[in-house]
Nanobody, 116 residues
């Protein structure tokens, strides 16, 4: 089974930027759709962005125009560029294959904290 490892989280002031990375243990992102989810304390996990192997990317309304999902197939890595960060973007961010389903593959998560 493929492993996913996220990195790039941290503490940033409102208005700042971060780039998250999700590295897969094998070539998977050129085949399957990759997703970024996030979960804030006390809230349900939320789909943030999606990049299919072919086709257009999709974003949650709350991040449209600020976040960009991209893929480097040669590096088996998916990225989430986050600009104009807001305190409400504070959450643990997870890389995912397979959507929010029982057989999905998840990374361990990376914490993003945006201070006001």
């Amino acid at each position: 089974q493929v492993q996913l490892v996220e990195s790039g989280g941290g503490l940033v002031q409102a208005g700042g930027s971060l780039r998250l990375s999700c590295a897969a243990s094998r070539n998977i992102f050129s085949i399957y759709t990759a997703n970024w989810y996030r979960q804030a304390p006390g809230q349900e996990r939320e789909l943030v962005a999606t990049i299919p192997s072919r086709g257009t990317t999709n974003y949650a309304d709350s991040v449209k125009g600020r976040f960009t999902i991209s893929r480097n197939a040669e590096k088996n890595t998916v990225y989430l560029q986050m600009n104009s960060l807001k305190p409400e973007d504070t959450a643990v961010y997870y890389c995912n294959l397979g959507g929010n389903t029982p057989r999905a593959t998840w990374g361990q998560g990376t914490q993003v904290t945006v201070s006001s």
